[in-house]
């Protein structure tokens, strides 16, 4: 059973910026895809971000140019970036991560959720 830690959400100001973390743990086989997705009040949730163990990283057109997502495979922790934020950036973000616990068998688990607010 995988376990995810989510940290640095918080209250910016437009323009400014914040990194979330989120770190895994409990894996016992290959944790694959990394990703972020946000859900603000009343809508849908939504892919932010996601990495993929071979490389491949895909951006929600809403926050190309302005997030990156990043991932450090030896901690098990993939990282948000976020710069020049904007009020509809605000929503509960949410760590996502897939593993592969066989090379047939995988699970997706979510973590808990941090709050980005942006306002000034």
């Known amino acids: 059973q995988v376990q995810l830690v989510e940290s640095g959400g918080g209250l910016v100001q437009p323009g400014g910026s914040l990194r979330l973390s989120c770190a895994a743990s409990g894996s016992g086989g290959s944790i694959n895809t990394m990703g972020w997705y946000r859900q603000a009040p009343g809508k849908q949730r939504e892919l932010v971000a996601v990495?993929?163990?071979?490389?491949?990283?895909n951006y929600a057109d809403s926050v190309k140019g302005r997030f990156t997502i990043s991932r450090d495979n030896a901690k098990n922790t993939v990282y948000l970036q976020m710069n020049s934020l904007k009020p509809e950036d605000t929503a509960v973000y949410y760590c996502?991560?897939?593993?592969?616990?066989?090379?047939?068998?995988?699970?997706?688990?979510w973590g808990q959720g941090t709050q980005v607010t942006v306002s000034s």
């Open positions: 996502y991560v897939v593993e592969y616990y066989s090379s047939t068998n995988a699970a997706g688990y």
């Open positions: 990495t993929k163990s071979g490389g491949s990283i």
